[in-house]
């Protein structure tokens, strides 16, 4: 089975092929993966209405070179997918209208990928790995556990009631004056940090239940950093350890309590996987083995240009329900809100009108 996979949902541009065996096993035969960073870069965040425009004066080009680079023609594909929702409406727009484009031309199935799935799903195509797993996801918009029972059956453990992990890693960058998209500058800073010059709380540590939260950490660091102010190089590396040490710790705590959340309903995980932006980070990355030891659960991290945003995990998730006979018609909508747990309920405290909770 080969799936062309297209994600704009965001600020990347990116298409991918992908081949999947009958007995499940996959392989990537090309991933292109532009970044618009740049053009948002001045702003100091994404902008939906460049991310959009950009989306439209890039895909096609990628798409060739992504079909190119795997040495296929359209009429080779066995289904076209791509990320409709959620995201920047715009940029979910593009791609999927893109992809109805080439699936009308070329008689292709279509498959309208939920981009949260492809992330739960992504670990599977580099590894195999059984349902059900535990998931933890932490971007840029999401920052959740997750029991993967099957394809398309999703039940959320945990979430955050106010920041999404990524956000509160870029949020923290842009008021210690470092470049956009913080995460990695964060973490680059924390480096050479002391993790505990500062005092930051450790939010939720000790709930029952598995909910993150991440918005008072933040405010912590801005009121540390405006008392200290002006800030030199290595008291903005304190800052940054002292932020990273404290989402550690609350990682830590909140997937106990997901993974036994998860054993009291389901039984034993068959490991606990990491997926999204937020989990390229080497602490955090090193976070969860430890989690995942104390549990005695196998860890599985997919490497960490899979983890951000891509095609190849829209490909796959593509081809994870194309297996199973599920396509989609032309009617797919965009989709700016999309809950990948439709019957999750938000969780006491949540204060935000967001789009997945
Ligand atoms: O999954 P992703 O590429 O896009 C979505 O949000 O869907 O995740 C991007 C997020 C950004 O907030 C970025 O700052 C964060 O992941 N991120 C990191 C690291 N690399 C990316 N956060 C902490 N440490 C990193 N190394
Ligand atoms: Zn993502």
Not at 11 to 16: K, L, P, S, V, Y
Not at 37 to 43: G, M, N, S, T, V
Not at 320 to 325: D, N, P, S, V
């Amino acid at each position: 089975m080969l799936v062309l996979g297209i994600e704009t949902t965001c600020d990347e541009t990116a298409a991918a092929v992908i081949e999947r065996q009958p007995d499940g096993s996959g392989r990537i035969l090309s991933n292109i993966v532009h970044s618009q960073i740049e053009d948002h870069a001045p702003y100091g965040g994404v902008v939906p209405e460049i991310a959009a425009r950009a989306h439209i004066d890039l895909l096609d080009g990628i798409i060739r070179g992504a079909m190119t680079e795997a040495g296929i023609g359209f009429a080779q594909l066995s289904a076209v997918a791509a990320a409709a929702g959620p995201g920047l409406i715009g940029g979910v727009i593009v791609g999927l209208t893109t992809a109805k484009a080439i699936a009308m031309v070329h008689n292709t199935p279509l498959i309208a990928v939920n981009h949260l799935e492809a992330h739960a799903l992504t670990p599977r195509l580099t590894c195999p790995l059984a349902f059900p797993y535990c998931l933890f996801l932490a971007s840029g918009g999401h920052t959740q556990i997750v029991a993967v029972l099957g394809v398309g059956q999703y039940v959320r453990l945990g979430t955050t009631v106010d920041d999404a992990m990524g956000e509160a890693f870029d949020k923290v960058a842009k008021m210690l004056g470092l470049p956009y998209p913080g995460g990695p500058q964060v973490e680059r800073a924390a480096a050479g940090g002391d993790p505990k010059r500062f005092a930051f709380p450790r939010p939720m540590l000790g709930r029952p239940d598995a909910h993150f939260s991440l918005s008072g950490l933040k405010t912590a660091v801005r009121n540390e950093a405006s008392r200290i102010a002006p800030l030199e190089p290595q008291d903005i590396s304190d800052l940054c350890a002292g932020f990273q040490a404290a989402v550690l710790e609350a990682t830590a705590d909140r997937l106990s309590v997901g993974l036994r959340l998860f054993q009291e309903r389901f039984g034993a995980p068959s490991a606990l996987v990491a997926a999204g932006g937020v989990a390229s980070n080497q602490a955090i990355r090193g976070a969860l083995q430890a989690v995942a030891a104390k549990a005695q659960t196998t860890l599985i991290l997919p490497p960490p240009a899979l983890c951000t945003d891509n095609g190849a995990m829209i490909a796959w998730a593509g081809a994870e329900r194309f297996a199973l006979g599920i396509t989609d018609t032309m009617e797919a909508a965009p989709r700016a809100r999309w809950l990948l747990d439709a019957d999750a309920v938000a969780p006491a405290g949540y204060g935000k009108t967001r789009a997945a909770y």
